[in-house]
């Protein structure tokens, strides 16, 4: 039986450790950072995530949902916070059994590290840093950042689950024919925090994601379990772009209560610390990766390591966990043959991996803009009635994405052809009663197969 | 007066070094290769080039068209080979007073060179490669190859023409928010020889550029000044993309002769070498790369460093040179606000390099496979009927981009328009008597303005 070598012990190199463990293998996984469940290491980049089906799936396969679930608090719908503090609810399923988790990202990580050093052929190894990688002998790096020692191995198979920064990647840019792109959103992001009342209770609604979207610019809220929301306000860097509204603009305590007032005024009240995590924290980057190929020999890149996405589909995380899905199932399919077991695995999850990274890109502009209006409210509520009547043929690309398995790459194309439709059918009016259902009927029957 | 160092000594980097001379910087240039004008060092990706006229007037501006066209040899247009040896001429402007230039890249680069040291405000420094760049202290890192020690600068002004693998910008790579994509082409090239015959003259014609089109692949020929033709071979890499005619397949001395005999008959008697070339010269990769920004603080990107295209268009060299053309005219307009000049020449060059980027991967398939057909003929008689009708509104795509300096962006979008009108046009006839001229006119007249 093969020895497999993980890089990275983040989700996805967590969960894939307990996948391979299942099936017999060995497993050494390696993080350059200290163990977690022993030291706060501040890794990861947002505190909470939205985990939806895919990572549902995936976490049901190794057995460890009904563990997560007592950690995960439900979000039904986006809650919408308009300017002069209204509120209204935008349901994401067809009713109360379609909804998102707020999972914290580090608890889940801690899980998922016990639950695989529950298996004895498997081994985490902290503190060790991939410095570089040798193609032609496999010989793979490490830095002891404890023991301020080199360490080598050779690996039979090597995956790299090491995040948007991946190390294993940086390596593979040096490859002839590497294919590779690394895009910035002019936008970045501070995380805030809207702490329990004295009881420890949520001072917001806790079932749903909260949003204020501002056009160019949102602030979002998503609940913990400890009665606290985690906010993120996403914002221009540049004033050039974003003019006031901007991180370079709002660069003063002044300024900063300023633009509160202006944008989130039923808020800011529930924000004491607020001064300080805004100046204290840093601005996150929000990137897009995309590369190819994900495989060198038995070398392969899995997670954001192959394709880092922008977080506003939620669905970084359940991307990743639907790799080791696919990658789980192509080893059943194939037993020990890892050449046609990596093989298979990019062929699939290329294709999805780019689609979800476009999907993803897309509702930065629906939620920080698009939800606000009526004309969107109305589509929804069009699309809605469609997904009634055809529940195999029309279903919302949102349903696509986080409630069902299908490819991403299917919910892509046909989200955009079903865009255009909702488009057709919204032009001119805004009541539901107005809506040309026969015509519906045929552009339906016309552009959408069943899925 | 500040100095200006600039990282690399090739076509670019030693014309900017004339430039900026003219200008009265002091100009240190450093070159990681040794002096190519003692030691053959065999830099540079292909050995002769297309220079035309966006090229040409660099070379003017700096008074040196009138040494180099001595060394050039006119391309009046495409000698297109069929499969069964019959040729056919495409002329590429309007009459001989349009055509591109064959130029040796070595004897070019020499002579840019042999000028640039005539200032005694510029230093050439060879054998220095750059090892790495603090971007805090602006300190940048050399090894010199000859001494095998480290040397430290710290310019006021850096820019790197350092070619398509620029180290300097693989150091921009770790800034945030620098966003980079590599992206190859699934074919290679391979360099072959036709040398002249016993008397030193050209075994083909040699006024042209010659073309064997063959769908996915494609051998090309250009003139030397010695008699001799550089040919280049480009192909798919792979037997999966391209069958039979894919370097991976064809990787005997039977096979090149089979796949030869097939495909090239006419010309295969012309190269007595062809073998030896075949299995002894490395097989190219073609690279596109595009990254945003080229400038941090006072470091610049400039020619491949900033944007490497594909060959296809045989625009490499020119839009460098066009970069250094622009470059010095924002000298000109900002005195010696460096801010201001490497922000507006960012600004400027960055949507033109894109646009020839797209041009030249468009041009490929026009050139392997387009070409050959009646229906490219067809077409390109109708765009010469309307250039002559409408020379300030239908200008051939080939033309903007060659023979005129409108800028990359404008032919790109002006070209794009012109191939649906022309496809209208062509739309089921073979016969120019047959065109719908009154419909042309229309068509130029609701989408075309005037250059």
Known sequence: MKKITINGAGLAGSLLAIYLAKKGYDVDVFEKRPDMRIKDTGGGRSINLALSVRGIQALKEVGLYEEIKQICIPMYGRMIHSIDGQTTF?????????YINSVSRAELNMKLMNMAEQ???VNLYFNRRCTGINFETNEINYFNEVLNTNENINPEILIATDGATSPVRVEMLKLPRFNFSQEYENYGYKELNIPADKNGNHMLEKNCLHIWPRGSYMLIALPNMDGSFTCTLFMAYDELLGGKNSFEYVNSPDRLKYFLNENFIDVIGLMPELEDDYFKNPTGTLITIKCFPWIHNKIALLGDSAHAIVPFFGQGMNAAFEDCVY??????KFGDDWNKILDEYQKDRKVNADAIADLAQENFIEMRDLVATEK?????KIESELYKKYPTRFIPKYTMVTFMRIPYKTALVRGKIQEKILNQLSDGISDLEKVNWSLAEKLIDFQLSEI
Do not use: V
């Not at 990658?327 to 059943?332: A, F």
């Not at 969107?376 to 929804?380: G, I, L, R, S």
């Open 119 to 121: 298996y004895k052929n």
């Open 327 to 332: 990658l789980n199932g192509y080893i059943e």
């Open 90 to 98: 935008l349901r994401y399923g067809k009713d109360d059994s379609e």
């Open 376 to 380: 969107f409210q109305f589509k929804k």
